[in-house]
């Protein structure tokens, strides 16, 4: 899939960022590469250009990538390096108009940003958006790490709306309940994290007059650059509209490939993403232009492959909800080939809750209870389980240890499945 909306548009930032005075980063790139004398007069002609990769981008420093003066900058962004382990840092000058109505035209008017991406490096950004959107919102900023908090700020400015990631929405309404009514709660807008059917179902069940927006952004951009209609939201589909802020989208064997010329500081082309969709239809009846891309998920994060065997994040998800009331949602997976035994999977589920790590007859009991229910119902396939996978020795037998705190964890994004498999 291709899409472009303004071929002009297109060619003509090209071309500015290969004969930039500021930067050779992309000059540099076109004349290794091969491509510095093709001219971009079509779609074929432009993905002719070579991807960019977030390694390539991280082995250079942000000044020698920066195009515009240096009193053009106006802030850096930062990526959690979840992914990969290592923040990507972009610089950013100013951008007169984000093209993205966070509002999604719902009758809302405040909102609580609790999502640690927006609190932090992108507060300006998210600021502005908010402004740009019809109906505009005004921003009550909360704490990610006190959640209780940010309860009372809503409940003490009225928000209506709430920006978060879908593990702290789940964590935050237990403060809501007790200092805030939920039913003023209009509109949740969810990123950073996958929003999994389990979840938008706990979501739906706690916040039972939202709306549920799920969203996607990057750091790299520092804006949302895929949203959904209200017709996909009142659907409830995790499905997406392109934001026409990027210059050029492609689907390359189903990953996303961004152009984006909004920021002028740090431009990107034809950049990978590692996040997977598929095209769900060419048109929406919304009437926006564009196709409707449906989410995969991002590798290594969503889906954990080894050996013939996949493992998605939605399955566990709805696999661990009937084991709520044992181990809530304090659990996280861990994915290891075995010392010696390449071919056979390892499976770890840590499970970190401050009663439990100190009660050894509830581990017993959740020993007892749950590995065999995870051993005889978690799906590794479209037929086999986890009991099928031992049984043909394509893995050993499931794992659950008891942790004072995750062996992995990032201030910034909750990382359910973590995968030690190189």
């Known amino acids: 899939m291709f899409y472009v909306p303004d071929m002009k548009r297109l060619s003509a930032f090209v071309s500015r960022a290969a004969q930039s005075q500021f930067s050779s980063f992309y000059r540099d790139r076109f004349e290794f590469l091969g491509t510095a004398s093709l001219r971009l007069t079509d779609p074929a002609s432009f993905q002719e250009l070579p991807f960019l990769t977030r390694s390539e981008l ?40 984000y093209g993205v109505n966070i509002s999604h035209g719902y009758p ?12 932090k490096n992108l507060s300006y950004v998210f600021m502005q958006m908010a402004r740009e959107s019809s ?54 807008s969810l990123a950073s994290e996958s929003l ?12 039972p007059f939202a709306h ?37 989208v492609e689907l390359v064997e189903g990953e996303l490939v961004i152009t984006y010329d909004l920021n002028r500081a740090s431009p990107l082309i034809r950049y ?14 919304c009437g926006l232009p564009g196709p409707v891309l449906g989410w995969e998920g991002r590798t290594g994060v969503d889906t954990v492959k080894v050996n013939g065997i996949e493992v998605k994040l939605a399955d566990v998800e709805t696999l661990f909800v009937p084991l709520t009331s044992l181990i809530s949602d304090h659990y996280q997976v861990h994915f290891y080939t075995t010392d010696g035994v390449p071919s056979k999977l390892r499976v770890v589920v840590e499970i970190s809750d401050p009663v439990i790590f100190r009660n050894k007859m509830l581990q017993e009991r959740i020993l007892s209870e749950v590995l065999p229910f995870l051993t005889t119902r978690w799906k590794v396939g479209s037929r086999s389980t986890f009991a099928d996978a031992i049984q043909r020795d394509l893995a050993v037998p499931l794992e659950i240890e008891f942790v004072e705190r995750f062996s992995h964890e990032s201030s910034r994004k909750f990382k359910r499945l973590v995968s030690h498999i190189s």
């Open 272 to 285: 990978r993403t590692s996040d997977y969709f598929t095209v769900e239809a060419e048109y929406c009846d």
């Open 212 to 248: 549920i927006a799920n969203v996607y952004g990057m750091s790299e951009v520092a804006q949302l650059i895929l949203v959904p209609c209200k017709k996909i939201i009142e659907e409830e589909r995790d499905s997406f509209h392109v934001v026409s802020a990027l210059a050029a």
């Open 58 to 97: 991280e082995s250079i420093s942000p000044l020698l990538r920066t195009y515009v003066p240096q009193e053009e900058v106006l802030f850096a962004s930062y990526t959690s390096g979840t992914t990969s382990g290592k923040p990507l840092i972009t610089l950013f000058s100013s951008i007169e108009r």
């Open 135 to 188: 109906p505009p919102l005004s921003v009550t900023y909360g704490d990610s790490q006190n959640l209780a908090n940010s309860a009372v700020l809503a409940r003490e400015t009225d928000c209506d709306a709430l920006f978060a990631t879908p593990t702290l929405a789940l964590h935050l309404a237990e403060h809501m309940a007790a200092q805030y009514d939920v039913s003023k709660i209009k509109l949740i």
């Open 196 to 207: 999994t059917r389990a979840k938008r179902a706990q979501l739906k069940s706690l916040y």
């Open 108 to 119: 809302v008017s405040r909102a609580l940003v609790i999502n640690p991406v927006f609190l």
